[in-house]
């Protein structure tokens, strides 16, 4: 799912840090409007840890394994704050595991970023109208992930036609992902719901 | 699931250990950017050549970076597979409708060398400094310093969480639990997930209010000075002229 160093053109590395630095500071700014930073800085970087380690976890299916992204649930649980928490987990993924490159880091931000802070928008919309959240779980895990593929491919085609046929195979290779996050994200939605539902966006607006 | 040791061998003693924190992040950054975009294969295995020198003058032990770099390449290589089957270009081989091309050939391995090289600067970047001095030294290059806070305290967490999350695991495990990926298994580790978020946000609160009792006010505090000498200027430049040398040498022969 990441995309290493030495892959992407200087062009598409260079819009993905500016996009990501401006993405970055919109949602801190974002943050900062309804709550004290000093108060969220803390919290976020421990639930960010949570998902970093969360994130280790590799399911084997058949003779591979997938190690789990998460961002659709990030995206239910911190908010529009999973921006920045994805942008401290990716870098530390790169730097202390060298999962994904450290020039890669902007675009790789985006392409988990932007599908967790759409999830969000889609669960705070599906929950009101009163759609069962496990469901509305499920959805958001597998959309996540079905989006981050498309974005995936779409940068891998833009810095180069000769990675068209490698961009849908990267893509490809996402659909049992997509499926056990799927799955995953709504077992953990009806777990915070059941257990300790301050933690979704429902009771927020309430 | 390991530790992160990427600082494991920090405190052994060399000139890129010794070099000052900034200058370091400095000119290897630069390395890294321009090693990645080298456009020919010669250029970059000149790259990945420079890079092996400095990994010998940093005396990292081998194994360090050789099991690092063996996940880099194991990941970029389907590309070594996809790419001369896909490619257009020269055909080097053919079999009926298949054919490989030399310049897929080409490609794919200009992105495996090129990732390799920088993968090389960036370990022998974070191997010889400690992990937590390098963040305080990105703090001094003016990175914000609530981006700076997060990356501190997730790195200082992980290592609490992720002995949480073994300690879950092995109750999970005596119980005999078996992680597969059908419904029941995935929805089992859900819970687990649910558990571990949960607990980490009431350690969250917890964490909170203690630094908050100490004073915390949202401004990182520093206790590292660091101080440039002429023998990191000494350094610095010849690695940061090299950098840019492999992008303009035509202008300069």
């Known amino acids: ?206 | 699931m390991d530790y992160p040791e990427i600082d494991r061998y920090a405190s052994i003693d060399s000139p890129i250990h010794n070099f000052d924190p900034r200058a370091k992040i400095i000119t290897f950054m630069v390395m890294i950017f321009s090693f990645v975009f080298l456009d020919s294969i010669t250029k970059a295995l000149v790259g990945l050549g420079i890079a092996s020198l400095i990994y010998i003058i940093a005396k990292l032990p081998k194994a360090f970076v050789i099991h690092r770099l063996k996940v880099v390449f194991l990941f970029l290589f389907p590309l070594l597979i996809i790419m001369p089957l896909t490619v257009d270009g020269q055909a080097i081989a053919q079999y009926h409708s298949i054919t490989i091309t030399l310049e897929g050939f080409q490609y794919s391995s200009l992105v495996i060398i090129r990732a390799l090289s920088a993968v090389t600067l960036a370990l022998i970047m974070l191997g010889t400094t400690r992990f937590d001095i390098t963040i305080k030294a990105l703090y001094m290059l003016k990175v914000p310093g609530t981006l700076i806070q997060m990356l501190m305290f997730t790195y200082r967490y992980i290592f609490v969480i992720m002995d949480e999350f073994q300690r879950m695991w092995k109750a999970m495990e005596s119980k005999g639990f078996k992680l597969k990926a059908n419904r029941y298994g995935l929805s089992v580790l859900g819970n687990m997930i649910g558990m571990l978020i949960i607990k980490s946000y009431d350690r969250a609160q917890r964490v909170y209010q203690s630094m908050i009792s100490k004073g915390y006010t949202g401004n990182p505090g520093t206790i590292v000075n660091f101080k440039l000498q002429a023998k990191d200027y000494a350094i610095a430049l010849p690695m940061i002229l090299i950098a840019l040398f492999m992008h303009t040498y035509h202008l300069v022969l």
Not at chain 1, 9 to 18: C, E, F
Not at chain 1, 85 to 104: C, E, N, P
Not at chain 1, 110 to 118: F, K, Q, R, S, V
Not at chain 1, 158 to 181: K, Q
Request: proline letters at 4%; one cysteine or more.
């Open chain 1, 1 to 206: 799912m990441h995309i290493s160093d030495g892959v992407l053109s200087p062009a598409v590395i260079t819009a993905g840090w500016a996009i990501t630095v401006l993405l970055l500071l919109a949602t801190l700014w974002w943050g900062k409007r309804d709550v004290d930073i000093a108060e969220e800085i803390p919290k976020i970087s421990v639930m960010t840890g949570a998902f970093f380690v969360a994130s280790l976890i590799h399911v084997s299916i058949g003779p591979t394994s997938v190690h789990l992204v998460l961002n659709g649930l990030l995206g239910v649980v911190l908010g529009t704050l999973a921006y920045p928490a994805i942008f401290i987990g990716l870098v530390l993924q790169a730097l202390l595991f060298q999962h994904g490159g450290i020039t890669s880091i902007g675009v790789n931000v985006i392409n988990m970023g932007i599908p967790a802070l759409i999830v969000y928008g889609v669960f705070k919309k599906g929950y009101s109208t009163g759609i069962n959240p496990s469901i509305l779980g499920t959805i958001c895990g597998s959309m996540a992930v079905l989006i981050s593929a498309i974005m995936l491919a779409i940068v891998l085609i833009s810095t180069g036609e000769e990675f068209t046929e490698v961009a849908y195979a990267a893509a490809a290779a996402n659909i049992p992902i997509m499926i056990i996050e799927g799955i995953l994200t709504g077992s953990v939605v009806t777990f915070l719901l059941k257990v300790r539902p301050e933690l979704l966006p429902i009771n927020k607006e309430k």
